[in-house]
């Protein structure tokens, strides 16, 4: 089936910084999410995306839809404490079940 | 109020035994799904339904088993517990295309000894 590759697995970074990850895939999709999950919470939807080539900002966060529908990417820029969590990415295959198939996640701790 | 509340937040069963896990939604979607969250792996599906009267296996369906009793609830059984189902549960509501955007609820803590 269908699988999403999520890198880095996992970052540390300085308050201040600006991050970047991004999710491939060897197959399209139609659409790509970017999830942010807390400690002891559900994931919570950051910023959804429906059109190839689309560019989204949602405050500091910005994520793409690659024009290959086979990528995406998530930035953050000047990273704040809050900004902890797992963020995930997720999508819906051409396959159209109307399953989201999810990346690993990348954990992202930020150094006050 | 939370959308999407799951009951109960954490639970301590032993091997052998039957538990419940029960989902409820006020976004009024037709589309409910468990999920599994385990360390370094994502989230994974275990069942799916689309309405009341569509279940759907997922990639780890099996020692599981769902009910969906009405458009709002879903619930999630494990009829013979076993240590490796030790995980976080998520349900998740959706509607259907073109807003199938998944919201999740709290999660289940689940520990089986």
């Known amino acids: 089936g269908q699988q999403l590759n999520q890198s880095p697995q996992s970052m540390f970074i300085q308050e201040g910084e600006d991050v970047s990850m991004n999710c491939t895939s060897s197959s399209i999709f139609n659409t790509w999410l970017w999830y942010k999950q807390e400690p002891g919470e559900g994931p919570v939807l950051l910023i959804a995306l429906y059109k190839a080539g689309e560019l989204t900002s949602n405050g500091r966060l910005t994520a793409q839809f690659g024009i290959t529908r086979k990528d995406s990417f998530l930035n953050i820029s000047a990273s704040i404490p809050s900004d902890v969590g797992i963020y995930f990415c997720a999508g819906h295959g051409s396959s159209n079940t109307g399953k989201l198939i999810f990346g690993q996640g990348t954990t992202l701790q930020v150094k006050p | 109020d939370a959308d999407v509340t799951q009951t109960p937040r954490n639970r301590i069963t032993k091997t052998g035994k039957r538990i419940m896990l029960e989902c409820s939604q006020t976004k009024g979607h037709d589309r409910m799904y468990w999920y599994r969250q385990d360390p370094g792996l994502g989230l994974r599906l275990i069942y799916y339904s689309f309405d009341v009267k569509d279940i759907n296996k997922g990639e780890i369906s099996d020692g599981y088993s769902v009910s969906r009793q009405a458009q709002a609830k879903f619930s999630l059984s494990l009829e013979s517990a076993i240590p490796n189902q030790t995980a976080l549960y998520f349900c998740?509501?959706?509607?259907?295309?073109?807003?199938?955007?998944?919201?999740f609820g709290p999660g289940t803590r689940l520990l089986v000894l």
């Open positions: 998740a509501t959706s509607g259907v295309p073109p807003q199938e955007t998944q919201y």
